[in-house]
């Protein structure tokens, strides 16, 4: 038995974490606001919808998330073009400032990082976890079903 693999994720996702946030303290914004300003910032305007799946959410937690940042006036949440309902994130010009400033201070995290863990373990586990999410993604074997 390998032990708990959700206990090792999360052991090793709040040491990434603080290694981030301790990077990020200067520029104000958390490692999930930078995260999220980031991905508005790269794919905007993007739907809300598109960007809780770009970022593996759900939708009450991309709100909730977002929220802070709209307080900030770093996104705007803006109605849709073609329905009335939907709604898209644009990131202002306040927020995509931020994001440069806070980018430079996230590169010096990664280079850190890699630095302290060597590149090729960094690119090893970024393909363990990139393979990792495919399958737990794809839809479930039918584990009764046998090959004809």
Request: net charge neutral; charged share 25%.
């Amino acid at each position: 038995m390998q032990g708990c693999t959700h206990l090792k994720l999360r052991q090793l996702g709040r040491v990434v974490a603080r290694h981030y946030e301790a990077s990020l303290a200067g520029s104000g914004l958390r490692i999930n606001q930078y995260s999220l300003l980031s991905a508005v910032v790269k794919l905007g305007p993007v739907g809300l919808g598109e960007l809780a799946s770009a970022l593996r959410l759900d939708s009450s937690t991309l709100s909730r998330n977002l929220q802070p940042l709209v307080d900030q006036q770093l996104v705007e949440v803006r109605p849709g073009a073609g329905d009335a309902r939907s709604r898209v994130a644009v990131a202002t010009a306040a927020g995509e400032a931020m994001r440069a400033e806070a980018q430079r201070a996230w590169k010096q995290a990664q280079l850190a990082l890699n630095e302290r863990l060597g590149r090729e373990r960094v690119a090893t586990l970024h393909a363990l976890i990139d393979e990792s999410l495919a399958m737990l993604e794809s839809p479930a074997q039918d584990a009764d079903h046998e090959p004809d």
